[in-house]
């Protein structure tokens, strides 16, 4: 057996968070990267490749787009996707010296890069020049705590809120996420008053700003720092996720909400259509009438919800965690 040197330090409660946590507690013994300097840190990829260099595995995995300057260890990394080159909002000069100089080459001379989706993969190839079969799709799975079973956020010590009936946003508030396009389509929508939208993460002041010139301050609910068990009661119990995103490499949080059986309602962008498939209603990101329209049509139709849980709940159920470390394990030479 190889000795994988794995990175652990990503793992944490975002999306390559999980996937590192998941995919490496399935890879059997690996070694740790010996310190908890952060993988973005300036000089990391010269104090990495010191750290290859003294520790000598036979391979080091990274599940996030971290990578050494050249060195004799042989690299595999994972580019989940390719946002900050290609939205402009979150790009900046030091982010494309990263990708030009250490990202790109590491990508020229890795022994495979992992990604998430096809969208991704399509993207990585014209981007780095690199050959199709060199980017390994591995997708994302649901963690256990994710499943239509179990208390709603209605019923939890923690959750009380104004709002019995409620719509739910999943994700920060970069950009590409076009959360002002749905509390704008929330305004506009001619839904019942008492419905309310429930967002995660702390709201900034031109957000509030927004929803106060918008009228809706009072039927927004932010909330922080939610366990997986917390998070899987918001999507339980609420009538629908919105996920009306410019940009995903994948779209986890339409994966989650579909294996507790929470219709989702997502932009018919990037790799969204590929992660739901059939299992969503679908509106255009750019355009917030449309999306004022699919919030009304998913708040009032009870069998379209109905319908929609079903199919998602048996499209998740295609997404596992232990297909995607499979997958990870063969591009690592390990099955």
Known sequence: MPRIMADQRWIGDHGIGRLAREVIARLGETAAVPTDRPPLHPLDPWLLRRVLKREKPDLYFTPGFNAPRP????????????????????????????????????????????????????????????????????????????????????????????????????????PHKNLGTLTDAFAQAKLDPEVGL?????????????LSEA?????????????????????????????????????????????????????DAASLPEVAGDAALYADPADSAAWADALQRI???????????????DRAGRFTWDAVAGKVRLGLGLA
């Open 71 to 174: 060195c004799d260890t042989p690299i595999a990394l994972t580019l989940h996707d390719l946002i900050h080159l290609e939205v402009p909002e979150e790009s900046s000069a030091f982010k494309r010296w990263y990708y030009r100089h250490i990202v790109g080459p590491a990508a020229q001379r890795a022994v495979t890069v992992f990604t998430v989706s096809e969208f991704s993969k399509a993207r990585i190839v014209e981007r780095f020049g690199l050959e199709a079969q060199k980017v390994r799709v591995v997708g994302n799975g649901v963690s256990d705590a994710f499943t239509p079973h179990g208390d709603t956020a209605h019923h939890s010590d923690h959750a009380h809120h104004r709002h019995g009936r409620y719509l739910l946003y999943v994700g920060n508030h970069k």
């Open 198 to 210: 429930v967002v995660t993460g702390r709201p900034d002041d031109a957000l509030l700003a927004r």
């Open 215 to 267: 009228g809706i301050a009072d039927r927004v609910r932010f909330i922080e720092k939610l366990t997986d068990a917390e998070l899987a009661g918001w999507y339980r119990g609420a009538l629908a996720l919105a996920c009306p995103s410019w940009y995903e490499g994948f779209g986890l949080p339409v994966l989650e909400a579909m294996a507790c059986g929470t219709p989702v309602v997502c932009s």
């Open 299 to 313: 708040t009032e139709d009870e069998a379209l919800r109905s319908d929609l849980s079903a199919k998602g709940i």
